[in-house]
């Protein structure tokens, strides 16, 4: 059986691609570009959710404390506390769900200022995840968009977008398609935490609201789907795990770069569930 | 023309005064069953039933023929009889029309093997009609597909056979390994006729519906044609036929479950069904029935939002 045709699939859709895809039982695995050091963009809360139950797990800290998110100073962000604007006393578990249902900046920063990036690293470490790296937080990457361009919102000039220092893994949250899906292969087989806490991880991801990327390559009821996007500007990414019917669970980490710097592109979205579909059908055969 | 076969046509229309309780008994449509009785007349130059009423009636000529119909038939399956004293027992077995040539085969030679003196006379016949020749002694013993309800018939160990999708070879889905049913989605669907496999045809759609597919139309056939033609998919055990793609169901949503029934218990009709189970087992990838996993339906969060 020959590989499938990533890179035209790919082009199709107006975007460069990388994935790697691999079965959680057998290891077989499948990719393009994935070694390829990439910025991860808000993917880098899967580490933090993970270095957050370890924490649990060691007894360092209780994942039901509850704390207190004040309104003024919050990480920029589309959703969750981010985008709400008064005080907000929260658990740690229910920062957490945020911060992977919804993407929510606020949360992640919370979690993050309580946990600390040499903690996650170290952890990455550990997991012989060397090629991934935790150096910001997600205000501080929303805040360079600004910086390195001179401007506020949008950014959708192609040469604004070359400047962008978010988009360089040498100098942003990063990792590799492989890596992403061994960190992910670590929740599903409860190696990355306790058990227990790997099965909480796992109800998490699944409660992700986005269904245009990995999710809408699986249009089926029976098919359960679980992951973390990413997204900064032409950077759409997801990573996470596809659960089959049969039993047979995989995981699958797509980014792409589209060509256009428009904010909109369905078909962009499309196809890391496209490609993800492709990557796990050809696994199975 | 076959008169005998003919006259049988007019003694059944004459007993049951109705052409579709006469088609129903012998296994047939009634189509084909008036045009039969038709070219008897004609055969005979004479009107056999009055059909100008409501109902149908037998002419006086056709009740003065009747009798002699009767005797002739009669006289005639006497022969036959005679003859198969002289050559062995027959066992009469129905036998779905779809069912693979090669797994018939591999039936016929399996009882030839295991009860040489016995001769096996498969008929193809759909379950519902397999049911009324069972009720009629047409048949000895059916391989039918279930669900089938009919009180009084005797099963034997029920088989299992995941289905997978025929499409035509030019059908963009061919390129996947696993075909879902959510993708048939728009496509039209080749099943057997509903009249015949009422069971199979009402589980089979309800489960297409549940998890996607709603077929545009729904034909009915046991030839291949219309898949040949990209004009609908069916559903079926592997097959290789050039110019057709068999692809297997995500999740194995469809499964034909058989058994071979029989209404009276004879020796040959016991160590048919015992070979039947061996056979199928062996040559059409049939398995035990295993407990049915309950399907799990994965919660998305935009369901209910």
């Not at chain 1, 400047?163 to 190696?191: H, K, V, Y």
């Not at chain 1, 699986?218 to 032409?234: H, I, M, Q, R």
């Not at chain 1, 499309?270 to 993800?276: N, P, R, W």
């Not at chain 2, 009919?150 to 059908?171: I, K, M, S």
Request: charged residues 20%.
């Amino acid at each position: 059986m020959s590989a499938p045709d990533f890179e035209s699939l790919f082009r199709t859709a107006g975007v460069t691609g990388w994935l790697h895809a691999a079965d959680i039982d057998t290891g077989r695995e499948i990719g393009i570009g994935s070694d390829d050091p990439l910025p991860m963009a808000s993917m880098f809360k899967v580490p933090l959710l993970v270095a957050l139950c370890r924490q649990a797990d060691a007894g360092l800290l209780d994942p039901a404390e509850r704390i207190t998110v004040t309104g003024a100073g919050r990480s920029p962000g589309p959703t969750g506390i981010s985008a709400m604007l008064d005080e907000v006393t929260i658990s740690l578990r229910d920062l957490a769900y945020l911060m992977i249902a919804v993407s929510d900046n606020t949360s992640a920063d919370t979690l993050l200022a309580r946990i600390g990036q040499d903690t996650i690293n170290a952890m990455l470490d550990s997991f012989g995840l060397d090629g991934t790296r935790v150096v910001q937080g997600a205000g501080e990457s929303v805040d360079s968009l600004g910086r390195d361009t001179g401007h506020g919102w949008p950014f959708v000039d192609p040469d604004d977008i070359e400047r962008l220092s978010a988009l360089d893994p040498a100098r942003s949250n990063r990792s590799t398609p492989r890596e992403m899906t061994r960190l992910f292969g670590l929740i599903w087989r409860d190696e990355a935490a306790s058990a227990a806490s790997c099965a909480w991880m796992r109800g998490v991801l699944n409660a992700q609201v986005w269904p245009h990327r990995l999710a809408s390559g699986f249009p089926y009821d029976d098919v359960a789907v679980s992951g973390k996007t990413g997204t900064l500007p032409t950077l759409r990414c997801e990573s996470g795990v596809v659960d089959y019917p049969d039993g047979g669970r995989y995981a699958v980490s797509v980014f792409t770069r589209s060509f256009s710097t428009a904010l909109n592109q369905p078909r962009a979205d499309a196809v890391i569930g496209t490609s993800a579909r492709m990557a796990v059908d050809h696994l199975r055969r | 023309m076959d008169l005998v076969r003919h006259l049988r046509y007019f003694i059944a229309v004459a007993e049951e005064l109705h052409f579709g309780n006469a088609a129903i008994r012998l296994g047939m449509a009634q189509p084909p069953l008036s045009q039969r009785v038709k070219r008897l007349e004609e055969e005979l130059g004479v009107r056999l039933f009055d059909r100008s009423a409501r109902q149908v009636r037998l002419t006086e000529t056709g009740r003065l023929l009747l009798g002699e119909a009767r005797e002739i038939v009669s006289r005639v399956e006497r022969l036959h009889e005679l003859a198969r004293q002289g050559e062995g027992a027959v066992l009469k077995v129905g036998v779905p029309p779809d069912l693979a040539a090669t797994v018939l085969a591999a039936l016929v030679a399996g009882f030839r093997e295991t009860s040489p003196d016995v001769r096996l006379a498969p008929a193809e016949i759909w379950t519902a009609d397999q049911v009324t020749a069972l009720a009629e002694g047409t048949i000895d013993v059916g391989l039918v597909r279930h669900p089938v309800n009919a009180p009084g018939l005797r099963f034997g160990q029920l088989l299992v056979q995941a289905q997978g999708v025929l499409l035509a070879a030019a059908d963009p889905l061919a390129d996947v390994g696993e075909v879902h049913l959510a993708d048939l989605a728009g496509r039209e669907l080749l099943m057997p006729p509903k009249e015949g496999e009422p069971g199979w045809h009402a589980e089979v759609l309800a489960e297409c519906r549940r998890q996607g597919f709603v077929p545009q139309q729904v034909h009915e056939g046991a030839g291949l044609g219309l898949v040949l033609a990209g004009a609908a998919v069916a559903f079926g055990p592997k097959v290789e036929l050039p110019g057709l793609a068999w692809r297997p169901l995500l999740g194995s949503p469809i499964a034909s479950r058989v058994s071979t029934a029989w209404r009276a218990v004879t020796v040959a009709a016991t160590d048919f069904s015992a070979m039947a189970v061996r056979t199928l087992k062996e040559s059409a990838g049939m398995t035990d029935e295993g407990a049915a996993t309950a399907r799990r339906v994965s919660r998305r969060p935009g369901m209910l939002a």
